[in-house]
């Protein structure tokens, strides 16, 4: 059953608008990968996997996930004391040594009361609005107040999905070989637009790297995108990959809408699943007896 959920916090480049237009095209799988997990949106947003292993570089992003399940109740209460305010994001951006629960709050301050959810040392400036209300309050400060129910369903959710901080292109080498896998991609983009990340692995080579294994992957493979030079070259019809629009639009500071494409892009083995509705590798007797769903195949 798919469902939707709300990210687990506000992100640049978040899929939690598209989560839904993007689970009409995700096949059965045995093992989910989502390799740039960000704010674990599709990950939140789709049915549970036997296997399922979410994934960022950013080490501030894991280290909110992990101490959301090692210590949520005090999570929640440190966030509910905490105040919608700008010298919060000030402080929150500030260079300190803190524990770890601590700077996942400052996280969480940086990522929810900045503009698009850009975070870092100085990134973005402060949201508000001056224009609307949510549950009898200004608009920002009711989503805020609103974070310590919202991540409780987080934590449900992902109690038992394996959180990884590794090298994309390290991780996805491990599940090529494994037929029954769904590896989603999702890496910061080849644009400008990409500023709004922490950790930017925006250059060529690292996209060029990352497409080389996917299109040697025996895995089923879906990747989220804009319409780019480099991702047309490797990304072709004849290569046995589809390409699916979908309409969307991002924000700008001055509240202002603007409409783009986003490009969902899927190799061979996912098309094929997707069109016959069947997880694609047959197990052995010996596989099923061991509980062996997700196996190699070379």
């Not at 997880?279 to 509980?291: A, C, F, Q, S, Y």
Request: aromatic share 10%; hydrophobic share 35%; charged share 25%.
């Amino acid at each position: 059953m798919r469902r939707k959920s709300k990210s687990a916090f506000s992100y640049f480049g978040s899929k939690h608008k598209l989560s839904l237009p993007i689970l009409k095209y995700m096949p059965p799988h045995h093992a989910w990968v989502d390799v740039f997990c960000g704010s674990a949106a599709m990950t939140l947003a789709k049915s549970p996997a036997p296997i399922e292993v979410i994934n960022d570089i950013n080490g501030e992003i894991v280290n909110f996930f992990n101490q959301l399940r090692k210590n949520p109740e005090k999570m929640y209460t440190m966030l509910n004391i905490t105040p919608y305010s700008r010298q919060e994001l000030n402080n929150a951006r500030m260079k300190r040594n803190r524990s770890s629960i601590e700077r996942a709050r400052c996280f969480m301050i940086s990522s929810m009361m900045s503009i698009n959810g850009i975070f870092g040392d100085h990134k973005g400036g402060f949201s508000y609005s001056n224009s609307y209300s949510r549950r009898g309050m200004e608009a920002r400060v009711s989503r805020w107040n609103n974070m310590p129910l919202r991540l409780q369903h987080v934590v449900e959710r992902l109690k038992n999905v394996r959180l990884e901080n590794q090298d994309a292109r390290k991780l996805l080498k491990d599940f090529i070989t494994r037929p029954a896998t769904l590896a989603y991609l999702d890496p910061p983009y080849l644009a400008k637009r990409s500023k709004g990340y922490d950790f930017d692995q925006v250059d060529e080579a690292f996209h060029e790297e990352l497409l080389d294994l996917a299109c040697v992957a025996k895995c089923m493979i879906m990747i989220s995108g804009y319409d780019n030079f480099l991702y047309k070259r490797y990304l072709k019809p004849e290569y046995g990959w589809r390409m699916i629009k979908i309409g969307t639009y991002t924000q700008g500071s001055n509240g202002k809408r603007m409409e783009r494409t986003e490009y969902l892009w899927q190799n061979k083995y996912c098309v094929e699943a997707l069109d016959s509705k069947v997880v694609p590798i047959v197990l052995t007797k010996n596989e099923i007896k061991m509980g062996k769903i997700n196996p190699v195949r070379k």
